[in-house]
């Protein structure tokens, strides 16, 4: 049985963004000052009227009533729906068999939720209940709200997940025993709910086999062309149709990149980490494996720990990197010709300086 069975989420700034005109009533700032108005959250609650919020909100900001209604106008003309969401959340109700269950939670008056019904690009079928603060009679982050909408759709706290983009609103959520996801942009969310209610191993793994061949890393948007990220994905999967081909034929010293060197020098030297976990995964021929770890002793320091270029000009040791290179000498056992390097490993494990 799925951990989660309903989702509750917020509409304004969530399904459903706005983008006043430049030439807008009032200026924006104006405008985000009467929508936070306590008279403002009285409308929302039911309390009030329009034409009493417009007045009074008017009042005490200095504002004509007048271009208040105008401004709300605007701001509901602009009104867009987020169509890809919204079909993203159809198909994760279809995927569980209807087992899952979507409901709207929202601040917002009658007149205005009349006008948001009225955006044609919607589909509200997609919800099985959709609760408003003027029904309530109480607004988030209010309590009261949400023990209205768990009770009203006799919803179980901790099976629902709640959205919303405003911090204050989920820590609300969260108080009553939901799953709060604060909204930031649409792909996290996604990316979240996909984690909550699939499965993540089967999702990798269909991932994997779907990009077989074209599995690069990325580093500020760059693919970097390396060999490093191949053998881990091979060494974890053992399936040589997901790597590049060269990955499994290659015998010899390995480099980090395939070609020249990106975000660094152009000529780039062989290294021992990359080298290590080639000859651990790929099993070459062992007089090859052999042949490389003898030459992989003539890097090593006065200290007696093992380097991480094939380059004396390129003076480096890391412990990560001696990790690999420990690795492949103790497969083929040889480890004792390491015996200095595994003792600078443990004394980095005991004395936690890789903190």
Known sequence: ???????????????????????????????????????????????????????RVGR?????????????????ASLR????????????KDSTGGTLRIFAMSNISQPDYDALRRVGDMDWSIFDGIFTSFAAGARKPDLKFYRYALLQANLEPSRTIFIDDKLENVLSARSRGLHGLVYRESKELK?????LFGDPIQRGQRFLKENAGRLVSMCGGIAIQENFAQLLILEMTNDRSL?????????????????????????FPCDLDTTSLGLTVVRVRVNVAVS??????????????V????????????PVVCVNVLHLFYSYGRGKEMSLTLQWVYEVLFHRAYI
């Open 1 to 55: 049985m799925a951990r989660y069975d309903a989702i509750l989420c917020d509409l304004g700034d969530v399904l459903f963004t706005w983008s006043p005109p430049a030439n807008h009533t009032l200026p924006l700032n104006t405008l985000r000052s009467v929508l936070s108005s306590s008279t403002w959250f009285e409308y929302e609650k039911g309390q009030i009227s329009q034409q009493t919020c417009y007045d």
């Open 60 to 76: 005490e900001l200095s504002i004509s009533p007048v271009d208040i209604r105008k401004a709300i106008e605007e701001s509901c």
């Open 81 to 92: 729906c987020d169509s890809g969401l919204v079909s993203f959340l159809r198909e994760l």
């Open 191 to 195: 990316q979240s709910l996909l984690s």
């Open 243 to 267: 790597v590049q081909s060269h990955i499994v034929e290659k015998e010899g010293k390995w480099n980090f990149f395939r070609g020249s060197g990106q975000l660094t020098t152009a000529e």
């Open 292 to 305: 490389i770890m003898d030459e992989m002793l003539n890097y090593i320091n006065e200290d007696g720990i």
């Open 307 to 318: 380097q991480t270029y094939f380059d004396h000009d390129r003076p480096r040791i890391d």
